[in-house]
């Protein structure tokens, strides 16, 4: 069972309010990743980092912004958020256990804006 | 970039017949390919995994093969139950990328 957590788990927000969805992980990863999954089923990788204080954004432009000063947290804001943020969010982290790369998910976030 | 494509995106079967899901990768400098399985509400979990030094890889009642040279690899799940049924994702790494590539995932459905 893979040490990820993610809160809420369930977000309904109005228009235009500010929100920051929390992920955590204990598992001493330094990668962690964040992926916004459409009704489509596909994962877009919107943000990751490689450690403290590095973050990139990834393949999908996303309006939120991430931040990452300890390495078991990596939060996910959104200063505005419109209906357009009507999404699931889920959080990765990634390491090297021996020789093998792992990477597992947290359960996700599903946010409403209404 | 890695480009992953992932065939079908629904499959329904029968109870107890076997499922296949394919995918193709763009790079060759690729090596480490997981699969996983999203259930409804909760985060895609890692099943089973093949490195490129291997063409095999069984477990209980799921498989993955990979074909190198052809740049393809394969899920292959028996005797399925209605538990399979969700959505699973393919995925290629290599390290100089440091990240995954995922599939566009498959909705499986296993009809009792």
């Known amino acids: 069972e893979a040490d990820i957590y993610q809160t809420p788990r369930y977000l309904v927000i109005g228009t235009g309010k500010k929100i920051t969805l929390e992920c955590s992980q204990t598992?001493?990863?330094?990668?962690m990743y964040w992926y916004q999954q459409d009704p489509g089923m596909e994962l877009h990788l919107i943000h990751y980092?490689?450690?403290?204080?590095?973050?990139e954004k990834g393949d999908l432009s996303s309006e939120s912004t991430v931040s990452r000063i300890r390495t078991e947290h990596f939060p996910l804001t959104l200063e505005s958020a419109r209906p357009s943020h009507t999404s699931q969010y889920l959080c990765?982290?990634?390491?090297?256990?021996?020789?093998?790369?792992?990477?597992?998910f947290g359960p996700g976030t599903r946010l409403t804006v209404t | 970039g890695e480009n992953v494509e992932q065939h079908p995106s629904t499959l329904s079967v029968q109870e107890g017949d076997s499922a296949v899901i394919k995918c193709t990768y763009s790079?060759?400098?690729?090596?480490?390919f997981p699969w996983y399985k999203q259930e409804l509400g909760k985060g895609p979990q890692l099943i089973i995994d093949i490195r490129s030094n291997v063409g095999e890889k069984k477990d209980q009642r799921i498989a993955v093969t990979l074909n190198k040279t052809a740049k393809h690899f394969s899920l292959h799940i028996t005797e399925t139950q209605p538990e399979d049924s969700a959505v699973y994702f393919c995925a290629a790494f290599k390290a100089a990328g440091n990240k995954l590539t995922f599939g566009g995932g498959t909705r499986v459905l296993v009809k009792p």
């Open positions: 598992m001493g990863h330094d990668k």
């Open positions: 790079d060759s400098a690729s090596n480490y």
């Open positions: 980092s490689y450690g403290v204080n590095s973050t």
């Open positions: 990765a982290s990634s390491g090297i256990r021996g020789l093998k790369y792992e990477q597992y």
